[in-house]
């Protein structure tokens, strides 16, 4: 088990509170399960980015677009 403590600023906190308690409302599951899936999904995001930049710079290129970045986090939108 691994526990965070978080000093947020309390509009930051009381946000959060009234997001999570929609959230939890209405999916029926605890914050502490939303909150582990968006440290995963933020972890897998900044590995793909990292991936991603290492393989651009071994490339030698040092600049990306934006376009590219979506593309590499399979979040571009298709028309």
Same mark, same amino acid.
């Given at each position: 088990?691994?526990? %965070?403590?978080? /000093?947020?600023?309390?509009?930051?906190e009381q946000q959060l509170e009234k997001d999570f308690?929609?959230?939890? /409302?209405?999916?029926?599951?605890?914050?502490?399960?939303?909150i582990e899936k968006a440290i995963i999904r933020y972890?897998?995001?900044? /590995?793909?980015?990292?991936?991603?930049?290492?393989?651009?710079?071994?490339?030698? /290129?040092?600049?990306?677009?934006?376009?590219?970045?979506?593309?590499?986090?399979?979040?571009?939108? %298709?028309?």
């Open positions: 088990m691994l526990t %965070i403590t978080l /000093n947020l600023p309390q509009k930051t308690q929609h959230l939890e /409302n209405l999916t029926k599951k605890p914050r502490d399960f939303h972890l897998e995001h900044a /590995n793909k980015l990292m991936k991603f930049f290492e393989q651009e710079r071994s490339k030698g /290129n040092l600049g990306y677009t934006t376009d590219d970045l979506l593309e590499q986090l399979n979040l571009k939108e %298709i028309d």
